[in-house]
Structures are given as structure tokens and as C-alpha cells.
């Protein structure tokens, strides 16, 4: 009884150690804008998503102001295999015809993007669901690869929506599909998009959740993990090779939101249970953090 006592006490004491610590960067972070990009296994994982839900009601809860932008291309896949559509890639890009951009669209925004939204709404915030369409959020072009059909990328971003839904205590959950200026739907990289919006924004931090740990100096061992580089040590990796495969679109995207004003991008693995507030919240932090300059976490 008494071992049992003891016990108790210690797990209380180290709730409060963890509350403490936690202080300072809640009290930094507090009105801040933090984008979340969500994805991989945390998002297939009903433990690991109703995780991120948490963490995300949690930081909405304490002041900090996120912004979620999600992709979904398993779910796609699923769909797509449903009505007899074969999935196609080049270069690493979904070939999104006429038919496929219709259920990209229908997926993205009519089931995934809801989905989180009611989860953010059930976990106790108040979540408002967007695509790069909605009040011109987003406008696109083609990629400008042949072969690929209406894939985009953005040529602007029109936070005024984002904006005021923040400042009246909203979580905007935003999908990756976008329209040119004659309405034409284009499918665009979710990596991409929240990049974009984290640099039109200001954001604090952009925070990529993924299927890795990090930035591995050596890939097939997670203690080489960097845990903060800059711009130039990024670029560095990457001519190196490195960082290599699909890593480079993500750190190329991490660079470019950098370069344009975001003070630290975060590369995270969605894995691990509680992944952002260990590295939002805590000293040690979990993942890659990269700075444009001497910004510090």
C-alpha cells in the first residue's frame, strides 16, 4: 500500500515537472500561429490521430493559434480503387486527370477534411473546415510537368479568411485543393501548401508531421538525428545527398517558408504519441528544427 503511495506521488511530481517546464514556451507561443501540416501515419492510426487532436485542442486551449492543412492520398487510393480508377505517379506526382481530380476533390474536402474537423469539434475546439478554393484562400497554376494532368502549384495565398477565424478562436483545417483564375480545380502537394501559407502568414513555426524521425545524418540510424540546422546546413545535406527521396520536397519546403519570413520549420515524426507538444512544449524537443538564423526554439 505504502509502495503503492509512493508511487502515486512520483507520477503526480513528474505531471508537474512536465506542467512546469511547459510554462515558458506556452507563455511564449501564446497568440502565436503555429501550421501544422498533417499526414502519414498519424493519420491513418486511429490512436496516433485522436493523439494530434489532442495536442492540437490542447495548443488552441493555452493561446497558441493553429492552422491544420492535411493532405489524404491513401484515402484517395481507396477511393479511387472503389470506382475502378488505377492510381498513376510520375516524377513522384499523382497524374490527376479529369476523373481523378474529382475524387481527389470529393475525398479532401468532402470526407477527410470534415472528418477532422468533427474531431477537433467533439476533442472541445471549435474547427472550420477550408480548401484553397473558399474566399480565393489559394490560387494555382499547373505544375508545369507534362503528363500529370491538374496538378498545381500556388501562385498566391489570401489569408484574410485565416485570419479571422484565428482571432475569433477558430482551428481552420484546410485541404490541398486550389483553382485557377477561371475555376479549374488543381491538385496540389499538401507540403506545398502549407509551406505557402505558413510564409503568408508569418506563422512562428510550420510543422511537418511525417513517417520519419527527422533529418538523419545516416538514414538507417535514428541516433544521427540533427535535431537544429539552418538554411545552409539543409542545403548542404541535400547536395550531398543526404537528404534524399522524398525528403527534399519536405526540407525544400521547410527552406523556402524560411526564407520568407517563418522564424523555425519542424520536421516531426507523427509516430510518436504526443509529437508536437513534446516539441512545442518541452526543452529537448523530438524532431529536425530549422532556423533561418539565430532564432532559437
Known amino acids: 500500500m505504502q509502495e503503492a503511495s509512493e508511487y502515486i506521488k512520483e507520477a503526480e511530481a513528474t505531471r508537474v515537472r512536465v506542467l512546469s517546464e511547459a510554462l515558458p514556451y506556452i507563455q511564449k507561443f501564446a497568440n502565436r500561429t503555429v501550421v501544422i501540416k498533417y499526414g502519414g501515419a498519424a493519420m491513418k492510426d486511429g490512436r496516433l490521430k485522436a493523439g494530434v487532436i489532442r495536442d492540437i485542442v ?49 475525398v479532401l ?18 474547427a472550420v473546415g477550408l480548401c484553397g478554393k473558399d474566399a480565393n484562400l489559394i490560387q494555382a497554376r499547373p505544375v508545369g510537368k507534362e503528363g500529370v494532368g491538374f496538378v498545381g502549384e500556388v501562385t498566391s495565398v489570401d489569408t484574410r479568411i485565416i485570419e479571422s477565424l484565428v482571432t475569433s478562436g477558430y482551428v481552420p483545417v484546410i485541404s490541398s485543393v486550389a483553382a485557377d483564375e477561371t475555376g479549374q480545380a488543381y491538385n496540389i502537394n499538401a507540403d506545398t501548401v502549407a509551406g505557402e501559407i505558413a510564409a503568408a502568414l508569418q506563422a512562428e513555426k ?4 511525417t513517417d520519419t524521425p527527422g533529418i538523419l545524418e545516416d538514414y538507417h540510424n535514428p541516433s544521427t538525428l540533427l535535431t537544429h540546422l539552418d538554411i545552409q546546413k539543409a542545403r548542404e545535406l541535400i547536395d550531398r545527398g543526404i537528404v534524399a527521396g522524398g525528403m527534399i520536397p519536405k526540407v525544400n519546403c521547410c527552406v523556402r517558408s524560411l526564407a520568407q519570413g517563418v522564424k523555425a520549420a519542424h520536421i516531426l515524426d507523427g509516430r510518436i504519441p504526443h509529437a508536437l507538444l513534446l516539441e512545442i512544449l518541452t526543452d529537448e524537443g523530438i524532431g529536425s528544427m530549422i ?7
Open 206 to 209: 510550420l510543422i511537418l508531421l
Open 58 to 106: 490542447f495548443l488552441s486551449c493555452v493561446g497558441v493559434r493553429p492552422v491544420v492543412v492535411h493532405g489524404g492520398g491513401p484515402e484517395i487510393n481507396i477511393w479511387l480503387d472503389k470506382l475502378g480508377i488505377e492510381p498513376q505517379f510520375k516524377d513522384g506526382l499523382r497524374v490527376t486527370d479529369a476523373d481523378t481530380m474529382d475524387v481527389v476533390e470529393m
Open 291 to 297: 532556423i533561418a538564423s539565430e532564432y532559437m526554439k
Open 109 to 126: 474536402v468532402g470526407r477527410v477534411n470534415k472528418e477532422l474537423v468533427s474531431l477537433i469539434n467533439q476533442a472541445g475546439s471549435a
